[in-house]
């Protein structure tokens, strides 16, 4: 079993022959000194190269590719994976934090008309290893090539997280309890899942929770997010207000911008309605220019028009930097498309993976 699939009694169990420090050790090495099994240097040697070599502690993502925008303050990684799928994540440096942007699925099935996996189709989900070595590598990344502690983390890449909510919730728990993110830190984004966002309400985690919902009224919004025909807004709205009186934590709801579509005095006028129902915070996001949907994104001032018409309805609304329009890694865009022009071979290990970007 891959490293990261593993919890501390399996690992206890594996190493049922090693006194139970050296497992803490192991624990420990790995989650807090961001150091692969068999390179944990306080372990014996002998340790070592049995986790290297007779056991299945292997590491199950694959560095593929990598692109960088021209700052190097953004890098999107494809990431193989064992079965051959591919996945993305993206990692992005402010001056004050390090937010990584994780997938939680091969595709998506979710159909979103303006969204690249959505086009690709469904895989199948990640493992809770997977999501969690995403955190892994890029909590080196951010180390090594930032200097900064990873601090912030969104499902906000490929996939639906509440289609996969026993891996994701999993993940979760121990991007908080062994990598020590603050759960206050981590956004959940969903289409709406319903019975997701419910049991969510339950689970005791105070995270964000992010609705990506890009239009108010159930007609225009069945067309653009397939899924509400199954969730309309009326319902969502219902279960988004108990996970808020459950949680205590702000709703947010993203609105990706499309000139001419979504962009309108009317969009405007239904959203600020749909918003002070849950007294939800919207990030608006032109949207990236994304294969297969003709439509562009708002123009900047068409942006600010309608913040301002939301904020003059009550709304708080932020107009949200793109950081990953330049490598395809921005709204709606991530997708399995790289140059290949410097293509990762073999197992590269993530400081040769920030050296090449």
């Not at 001056?95 to 303006?114: E, H, I, K, Y």
Request: glycine fraction near 8%.
């Amino acid at each position: 079993m891959p490293f990261f699939d593993l919890n501390q009694a399996q690992l206890l169990e594996l190493l049922k022959d090693q006194p139970t420090y050296r497992v803490k050790q192991v624990w420990q090495g790995v989650y807090e000194g961001l150091e692969r099994p068999h390179e944990i240097t306080s372990l014996p040697k002998s340790l070592r190269e049995r986790m290297g070599q007779e056991m299945d502690f292997a590491l199950s993502l694959n560095p593929v590719d990598r692109v960088a925008a021209d700052d190097r303050r953004t890098i999107k990684v494809l990431w193989g994976l064992a079965d051959g799928r591919q996945v993305e994540s993206v990692l992005m440096a402010y001056s004050d934090r390090v937010t990584l942007c994780v997938s939680s699925q091969a595709g998506c099935a979710m159909g979103c008309v303006f969204c690249a996996t959505g086009q690709a189709g469904f895989f199948r989900h990640l493992t809770k290893g997977e999501i969690l070595e995403q955190v892994f590598h890029a909590s080196v990344l951010s180390k090594r090539g930032f200097g900064q502690r990873l601090s912030n983390l969104v499902f906000m890449g490929m996939g639906e997280p509440m289609a996969n909510y026993e891996n994701v919730v999993a993940a979760i728990r121990s991007i908080v309890n062994d990598f020590g993110v603050s759960a206050r830190h981590i956004t959940l984004s969903t289409v709406g899942i319903i019975p997701g966002i419910r049991r969510l309400a339950e689970e005791e985690l105070p995270i964000s929770l992010a609705v990506s919902i890009h239009a108010a009224n159930d007609e225009k919004r069945t067309r653009l997010v397939p899924m509400n025909a199954r969730y309309p807004l009326d319902d969502l709205v219902e279960a988004l207000t108990y996970y808020r009186s459950r949680s205590n934590r702000r709703i947010s709801f993203e609105w990706a911008m499309m000139a001419g579509i979504n962009d309108g005095l009317q969009d405007a006028i239904e959203l600020a309605a749909l918003a002070k129902r849950v007294g939800a915070h919207v990030n608006l996001i032109p949207l990236n220019p994304t294969p297969g949907w003709d439509y562009p994104g708002s123009a900047p001032e068409v942006v600010r028009e309608f913040r301002d018409q939301l904020t003059d309805s009550g709304i708080n609304a932020t107009i949200r930097a793109n950081r990953g329009n330049q490598i395809a890694a921005a709204c709606g865009q991530l997708q399995t498309q790289f140059s290949r022009r410097a293509r990762i071979s073999d197992r590269t290990d993530t400081q040769d993976l920030f050296r090449l970007v």
